[in-house]
């Protein structure tokens, strides 16, 4: 990249940041998000589109539901190998079964660095995190992969020499084509440590185009428009890792719990996701 592109390219993230700490009109991922899950971190706008969204999706809170779900088995799966550092990119409000939640359920030894671009979620979410002095949230944007792995609260919770957790729950569908995020992916996955591990799920219509079109059409209303991909994208994003059984798939069917077999027949197979790990 040039030095004329890279400041457009510059001008046009900060354009784009700056634009998002001013719209605070249109419903927010982060809040909506919330809302499905019964939070109470949110406001009308995200009340009433969620309202809405349930009209015309009946059943679409499960979709929410299923993919916290899958963030807590994919948890509990890193700490029983050994993980103990989590990075979550695009974490939203850590509440109601939140990383750092789900890690306090099985040791006191691990680190938690969350990670947002939207400043009232990261507002809301600093207080949540104030007695919890393993976890921290900064305000920043996953597109800016360095200023995240360098900065002050990265350096005083997260050891990238020993293996780091990579979340990204639900957050890759967020960025436009435009953004190259695959690109992105590999940036965070040559950064952390051998044994360390990657954790997404993402928006797909591989498997029923129609509600993805619907949820798709409805999120392009709010501040944060979303972006489907084939399933065989998402699982390109784990190359040269390692996947844990099964392998890229509906979340619903990642390691399922057998005392909770309506995670087996959703309304809606619209999120894909898995794990890997980078080879030691």
């Not at 929410?64 to 799966?77: G, I, K, S, Y």
């Not at 799920?201 to 999120?219: C, I, V």
């Amino acid at each position: 990249m040039s030095p004329t592109e890279n400041e457009e390219h510059t001008m046009v993230d900060a354009q784009r940041l700056l634009s998002r700490e001013m719209d605070i009109d249109r419903p927010c991922a982060a809040r909506i998000y919330d809302a499905f899950l019964g939070g109470g971190h949110n406001f009308g706008v995200e009340r009433e589109f969620a309202e809405r969204l349930q009209a015309a999706m009946p059943g679409v809170a499960g979709v929410f539901r299923e993919n916290r779900a899958f963030l807590r088995r994919t948890v509990e799966h890193l700490l029983a190998r050994g993980v103990r550092q989590f990075v979550e990119l695009g974490s939203g409000i850590p509440t109601i079964g939140h990383v750092h939640e789900v890690a306090l359920r099985r040791t006191r030894r691990f680190s938690v660095l969350y990670v947002d671009n939207e400043p009232l979620t990261v507002a809301h979410s600093r207080p949540l995190l104030d007695d919890e002095p393993r976890a921290a949230i900064i305000h920043a944007d996953i597109r800016e992969p360095e200023a995240i792995l360098r900065s002050p609260e990265a350096a005083d919770l997260i050891d990238f020499e020993q293996p780091v957790a990579l979340v990204m729950s639900a957050v890759l569908h967020f960025l436009d084509d435009a953004d190259d995020p695959l690109r992105l992916v590999r940036t965070y996955q040559d950064a952390v440590a051998p044994g360390s591990a990657l954790m997404i799920s993402h928006l797909t219509g591989s498997e029923e185009p129609e509600p993805m079109n619907l949820l798709t059409a409805f999120y392009s209303e709010t501040a944060d428009p979303m972006v489907a991909r084939p399933a065989e994208w998402i699982a390109e994003c784990f190359a040269g890792f390692e996947p844990q059984a099964p392998g890229a798939c509906y979340i619903g069917d990642w390691r399922p719990e057998p005392d909770q077999p309506a995670h087996r027949h959703p309304r809606y197979r619209i999120m894909h996701g898995g794990v890997a790990r980078k080879p030691r």
